[in-house]
Nanobody
Framework: QVQLVESGGGLVQPGGSLRLSCAAS????????MGWYRQAPGKQREFVAR???????NVADSVKGRFTISRDNAKNTVYLQINTLKPEDTAVYYC???????????????WGQGTQVTVSA
């Protein structure tokens, strides 16, 4: 059993910052990519950022320069630093990880429950 738990969302004013965290726990043998997606009301879920186990990052063009992804492999945790928040960043942010559980030595895709980010004055 593998769980992803996000934290750090909330209500913030335009121009503000947030740091989202996502911790993976459970029967984990290894974690490959970890990343973030978001889904705004009435829209499809979209890719935000990804980081490999080796630290290579990929950030969506729409948020590049404002969003930074990082991870702590020792803690099985991925972070998303969001700066200069805009109202259009309002969405539920979901953590995603490709995990190899100890019980089944095959990679599977896991999702967190999501954390709400609301940008409003």
């Amino acid at each position: 059993q593998v769980q992803l738990v996000e934290s750090g969302g909330g209500l913030v004013q335009p121009g503000g910052s947030l740091r989202l965290s996502c911790a993976a726990s459970g029967s984990i043998f290894s974690i490959n990519n970890m990343g973030w997606y978001r889904q705004a009301p009435g829209k499809q879920r979209e890719f935000v950022a990804r980081v490999t186990s080796g630290g290579t990052t990929n950030v969506a063009d729409s948020v590049k320069g404002r969003f930074t992804i990082s991870r702590d492999n020792a803690k099985n945790t991925v972070y998303l630093q969001i700066n200069t928040l805009k109202p259009e960043d309002t969405a539920v942010y979901y953590c995603n990880a490709v995990v190899v559980p100890t019980t089944v030595r095959a990679a599977s895709n896991y999702w967190g429950q999501g954390t709400q980010v609301t940008v409003s004055a």
